[in-house]
T-cell receptor
Framework: GAVVSQHPSWVICKSGTSVKIECRSLDFQATTMFWYRQFPKQSLMLMATSNEGSKATYEQGVEKDKFLINHASLTLSTLTVTSAHPEDSSFYIC??????????????FGPGTRLTVL | GESVGLHLPTLSVQEGDNSIINCAYSNSASDYFIWYKQESGKGPQFIIDIRSNMDKRQGQRVTVLLNKTVKHLSLQIAATQPGDSAVYFCAENAGGTSYGKLTFGQGTILTVHP
């Protein structure tokens, strides 16, 4: 149980275009999902916290107009990178918090999406 | 952006040896800690967690030790196997108004030689 999927697993796009990444909790409902970015040989950096039915909370330094987050249902959150540029190339990872039962704090991570902007 | 020349700590062990990976955390208010394993090109995989009211917790082949006095966390892997080779991250949750938000450590590269 507690499986999180991401789609696509990798994407290559041209500079200036927008890319949407989906994060789904497959076998549980997630009221809260998180989006992280990870550059090569670095740790995960939290970008934003996504709550179902409300606006996302962005970390300091993360442009909310550039990284649009929508959490329309208890099993789906999307991250749209708008007007992507080469410096946005990174590994984007989502996690979903299982708010049911004893492991309310546990975050389950998706497999990540590799974004390359040419 | 990306830091040039950043080097993660590394640990190389022989198959069958025990491994100890260390982590220093920064927030004395953190009350929940997790160890994750990340293989190349994949998302982090939950290994084991511990709450601040405990100082030791054991799982299958893994043990996490928490020393709140010096804000130190360690992960012990018994009888390390080649499949354990990965980057290991500790993460802390400060609770309170930051409930649910995890802060990740820099990571340690574990290489297990057959």
């Amino acid at each position: 149980g507690a499986v999180v999927s991401q789609h696509p697993s990798w994407v290559i796009c041209k500079s200036g275009t927008s890319v949407k990444i989906e994060c789904r909790s497959l076998d549980f409902q997630a009221t809260t999902m998180f989006w992280y970015r990870q550059f090569p040989k670095q740790s995960l950096m939290l970008m934003a916290t996504s709550n179902e039915g409300s606006k996302a909370t962005y970390e300091q330094g993360v442009e909310k107009d550039k990284f649009l987050i929508n959490h329309a249902s208890l099993t789906l959150s999307t991250l749209t990178v708008t007007s992507a540029h080469p410096e946005d190339s990174s590994f984007y990872i989502c996690s979903a918090e299982n708010g049911q039962g004893l492991d309310t704090d546990t975050q389950y991570f998706g497999p990540g999406t590799r974004l390359t902007v040419l | 952006g990306e830091s040039v020349g950043l080097h993660l700590p590394t640990l190389s062990v022989q198959e069958g040896d025990n491994s100890i990976i260390n982590c220093a955390y920064s927030n004395s208010a953190s009350d929940y800690f997790i160890w994750y394993k990340q293989e190349s090109g994949k998302g982090p995989q939950f290994i084991i967690d511990i709450r601040s009211n405990m100082d030791k917790r054991q799982g299958q082949r893994v043990t996490v030790l928490l020393n709140k006095t010096v804000k130190h966390l360690s992960l012990q892997i018994a009888a390390t196997q080649p499949g354990d080779s990965a980057v290991y991250f500790c993460a802390e949750n400060a609770g309170g108004t930051s409930y649910g938000k995890l802060t990740f450590g820099q990571g340690t590269i574990l290489t297990v030689h057959p």
